[in-house]
């Protein structure tokens, strides 16, 4: 009996050890799949939701995607997001599955090499985010993570991919701790069945809650700032306008841009021009009633609306309240930054009863400001929108033309004082109006500026200059002006180079045409690319000289072939008189001894050519001599200008005849 007790109290103990090694492990079992499970639905909602809103506050992604820099807001979220949740990397793919963009631990930058991800391609291919849970397998990844793969599209078409890696790893440890010692500690199938999937559930719960508290925010906020975005602006702005009372009450708008913030940036670094918007963000959100609002729109741009007004000099205080904070002055590790705002207002509901046209209105009257000479306050005014159709009209038409080849290149000659000898033209730009008229240079050319297809028109000045020289005879010459745009965007040296090799033309015939402008915006560099540009055998000439108060400055700081004395001085000829004449002659004998030739625009009137007879002038141009005519007009051109170069040779023999006969 006692053997066979034994025997079962040893049965027993192992059927016991047998159920409760069951229990035990099917429970871990159970509980281990369960939680598997809430992982990586876990990890693939985070890693959703966080691609999801890159999506949503990159508003340059097809830019970024198409292999172009980010912009400053757009680089700011990626810097912004590693520090405010689990994200350690995003990867932006263009729309064939190759990367472009990295942002991550150690920077936002492009790729070297780019590499084709399967998942982004399917992604692309389904219309539909490609999610997946992994465990890490080197040291560049955390142990455990989660990666969505979310098409961006623009209308219908697909832009790219953006690709969110999530951190989970610290969540997954914390879940399988907390299995083990519950596990340990309960020993019970339904214990550890029910309380470890609760524990799970609950966590994965308030993290949810958590990323979800964030994403509203990131949704509806600047990121840098942590003022209201443009999305928030217009909630609170179309409530604001919903609710206006018919007493008379009203509010406005106030349209702020930052003066030159770009020279901050450049001069201080993007950290410098953070802190700048961070601060100005401060002081406005210090200055504001709790019923107003103040918005980032993005940029060096913040919109900031006071309600409850009875009198338009309640926004006009306000204003120069503004204007005077954000001027006054602050520092930035022991540098003092000094800057100014332009700030356009608009009144609801006398200039807009709608959040878009009120934007609009405070809009235009920004850029009102800004175009008289920025450091102002500008209230809107229906003129302003009249200019603003111009200026819609004006962009459409420079647009086309330069999609459809449609500018225009005349030539205006430029002859030699001493026997009125043709020696060149310059290739002066025309924009065909719809009415069939020809639009100036300078109307046309700053907006081609603003709208960056400078480079295009003067690459394309370039090219059709030298291809039409090339056709001329050896001895005449072919002057481009040049735009300041074109040396910011680094493309001049390619294009001059380029022009030359296709057209064939020796490069002692090109002049190129520089203005002051150019030299103030950042001479050092400009003058090593003029030296370059020198270097290849063209002629470089300062164009307008005698209109800044610098021009002189910069005549030893590099070594003009020619300076050309602006038009204005020959347009006040007749009413200034002798003082006219003593500068121009001083400019003139100042570009003799600096070995540089002087060439004088403008001239019109025979009284002005015999001036500059007697005052020695090297070349002249002017309506005198020629108008701007097409290339297919030149033709005659020279053959009248032979004629009376051959004209005046012969006039000079005659009246040197007798006076070498006296001599014999």
Known sequence: MSYLSDISLRRAAWLFILILTVLVGGTWITVKIATDHLLNNDAEDSARDWAGIVVANVKDLDKIAAGEQPSQQSLAFFQT???????????IY???GYSQLISDAHGVSFVDVSTLSAEAVRAIKTGVPVVDAKSGASGDVPPYFAVAFVPVHVGESPIGIVAAYVDQSAQIAGFYRDIFWTSALLCGLTGLAFVVPAIAWYRRTKEKQRADRRIHFLAHHDVLTGLANRARLTERLDAALSVLPPTGAFLAVHYIDVDYFKQVNDALGHDGGDFLLSTIGDRLRALTRLEDMVARLGGDEFVVVQTGLTEKTQARDFAARIAAIIAAPMTYREQEIRVDATIGVALAPADGTTTERLLKSADLALYDGKAGGRACIRFFDAEMDVAMQRRIKLERTVRDAVEH?????????????????LVGYE??????APDGSLILPAAFIPVAEDLRLIDRIGEWVL???CQTAQSWPAHLSV???LSPAQFESGSIENAVTAALAQSGLEPSRLELEITETLLLRNSEATVATL??????????VMDDFGTGYSSLSYLWKFPFDKIKIDRSFMENFEKSGQNIETVVRTIIALGREMRMRVTVEGVETPAQVDFLCSADADQVQGFYFGRPVPASELGAEMLNALQSSLGAESEQAKINAPQAAAGH
């Open 81 to 91: 997001a590693h520090t405010i949740g689990h994200v350690f990397r995003y990867v």
């Open 94 to 96: 263009n729309r064939e």
């Open 405 to 421: 080849d449609l500018l225009q290149l005349h030539y205006q000659p430029l002859f030699e004082m001493q026997g009125k000898r």
């Open 427 to 432: 290739a002066l730009a025309r924009l065909p």
């Open 463 to 465: 090219r059709e200059a």
């Open 479 to 481: 002057a481009v002006n």
């Open 531 to 540: 030296g370059r540009l020198k270097r290849l055998g063209v002629s470089i």
